[in-house]
């Protein structure tokens, strides 16, 4: 693969690993990441229960690492300048707003009550934290930072006492002004760990994420205009529950990537049309995959001109510090199976205009055969029109066969529909039996249950009867060394009368 046109040697809607020059950086998750004129950054993150301070750049072009080297910006006026390094965060988020970085929130060794917001200018490589004021959200980690224009919508969380949060909050970048929003309708249930996109600058969408004991699955949409939650109804394939996943958006897909449940990990790639509010799975990756990983991190970046999904690090069993590229196939090829058929598509085409020619024109061969036998019609001569007539037949004929083939083809989705139902059918009747099996089992596990209880009481009760043993045991054993001490002193008694006796005698 050559290092300038690796790109264009990707196939479609699969992900493939990027081979790097030279070293990586320290395997992690939890980070943040963003694309920059075709470099991917990566800022700080955990890695076995330590936070990391480091800023790693990837080049699109040259495939190679490189750490970037921060200093304190002096001139700010926040009491951080003596700060030497960015502090070491987890669970944050990052947002490109012009030539910097902006890092909301995460989890530091910062003590503030409020969230923080820092940054990282990339022309002057340096650091420092941005004083910003209105109703300053409480800190937390796990939130998502959704970019629209000018603003950030905060969502969620987790706090520094971990209670779940689901308020929202919006920060003005021109102003840097915090705004708490009241929303009316029931809102999503507390979560940390989700995923949040905006569609059409008007609807926030919320997928995923995590209480404490829960991992969902839902879909919620904001609407920014009226301040009202909503949950709708989704269709398509079937999402599992997760958190810690990664999404990006283009165009109309939402991209969702990894995540899991603490014991597995998610391997599909799900995409959702955000208009229709469809689901569907992209592809599936080995189960162990640092692509099935929860704290994983997605970008989207354009080289020549065509956009790409760029995935870095991720746990799932063991820390990843690899970089996996994707190339999504382009909106119009994302079309229903009938069309994908070249002939397919030109009888649908071909159908189209013969039914539009058919509407405005009106046109009736029987008529045509007999201007036929005139000599001229409006100006044509007599062979202009039979030419004309002719043409006119072969288009029909051309478009009868396109017909068939269109029927042909529908016929052949039909039998595929056909037998997926069946497989369905069976699929169903799999699953109640299944269902029944786990019946039956609760059914011997209560039962089970049961009777160990009963075992229970009753070696409760042997261990009272014990104790009531070993109790006359105690007494006997006391009582038989009292009849041995007055056996004994009876017998010395009767000892001591005996040689009374005796001397008495001499």
Known sequence: MEVNN???????????????????????????????????????????????SDVQVFDFRSLTWSSLKLKADTGNDNGNSSQENL????????????????????SSRDTSDTLTVQYIDIETCQFGVIKTSGSVPVARVGQSATLVGSRVILFGGEDRRRKLLNDVHVLDLESMTWDMIKTSQTPPAPRYDHAAAMHGERYLMIFGGCSHSVFFNDLHLLDLQTMEWSQPQSQGDLVSPRAGHAGITIDESWFIVGGGDNKNG?????????????????????QKDPLSSEGLSVCSGVIDGETYLFAFGGYNGRYSNEVFVLRPKAKDTLRPKIFQSPAAAAAAASVSSAYALSKSEKLDFMQLDDINTKSSVNGHHQTDVTIKIEAIKEEKRLLELSITEVRAENSKLGGEIHEVNNNHAELTKELQSVQGQLVAERSRCFNL?????????????????????????????????E????????????????????????
Request: aromatic share 6%; net charge positive; charged share 25%.
């Open 266 to 286: 998610c391997p599909e790639t799900l995409v959702l049309n955000m208009s229709k509010l469809v689901w569907s799975v992209l592809n599936v990756v080995k």
């Open 6 to 52: 690796w790109h264009k040697e990707l196939s479609y809607d699969n992900w493939a690993p990027i081979t790097v020059s030279g070293s990586r950086p320290p395997a992690r998750y939890k980070h943040a990441a963003a694309v920059v004129d075709e470099k991917l950054y990566i800022v700080g993150g955990s890695r076995n229960g330590r936070h990391l």
């Open 87 to 106: 502090p070491a965060t987890s669970g944050h988020n990052m947002i490109r707003w012009g030539e910097k970085l902006l890092i909301l929130g995460g």
């Open 483 to 506: 009849m041995e001490h007055a056996a004994t002193a009876q017998r010395q008694s009767s000892g001591g009368v005996w040689r009374l006796f005796g001397g008495s005698e001499k």
């Open 449 to 481: 249950e049961a009777k160990i209880t009963e075992l229970q009481k009753l070696l409760e009760s042997m261990q009272s009867v014990e104790d009531q043993v070993q109790a006359l045991r105690q007494k006997k054993s006391a009582f038989d060394q």
